[in-house]
DNA sequence: TCTTTAGTACAAGATGTATTGTACTATCTC
DNA sequence: GAGATAGTACAATACATCTTGTACTAAAGA
């Protein structure tokens, strides 16, 4: 299991994410097969960026979090912190050069 | 839930199969989430037609069936009995049709 | 400093899934 | 019919996941 960055780090509010090699088709597919994710996903492949809680009205603050987790566990977005805002983004470069054509078709299949 | 056709019917060994209506993108994304199906599924991708028991070597019997019934409920398979035998393929047909590339881009992510 | 807003942590409950063991049916071959 | 093979059904366990409630931190603005 994948460890946080502790309270005793320097930096505040840093995340981890997985490596590059450490991405499974598995863990991206697992990611995208709930409804919420999938329309995260496909939201922030048109948007370049947005914010967690733009998308408050599919579920609550929680349950965004917890979305929000998965996906970055899974190695599908990134995100950074402006004030108490916080940025996301897909991933896209690993993904497409790890498994071409993967995300294409997923968000291609639905219009 | 599904239902399995019950033991009074005529027809043995019947199996129930999604609607084409009733295929999601989220069933199959689950199904093939999974290494075992996704394996088996490739495998379905260039041989036409397997038996359930050719992947004996990746998982048990019982293990086989549940997988088989995953992807048979998500609509990713068909399959018949011939004597003692059950033959499984892809369908391609429905799924090409309503998530055009979904699976041409799962299975081609994958060398 | 106080309040508000953005976001997280954690626990809990409900539900779903993967796997195995045991027992069973169905079909073929002898 | 007897035995072997292909496959299913069901229960049980272990584990993961989704969701919500409560409580918290971190930053902005007054």
Known sequence: MPQETSATDTAPRE???PEREDITIYGILAALSDPTRLEIVRALAQHEERCPFDFLDITSKQNLTHHFKVLREAGLIKSRYEGRKKFVWLR???ID???PGLLDGILGAVK
């Open 92 to 94: 896209r470069d690993p």
């Open 15 to 17: 995340l981890w994410y």
């Open 97 to 99: 050069e790890m498994f």
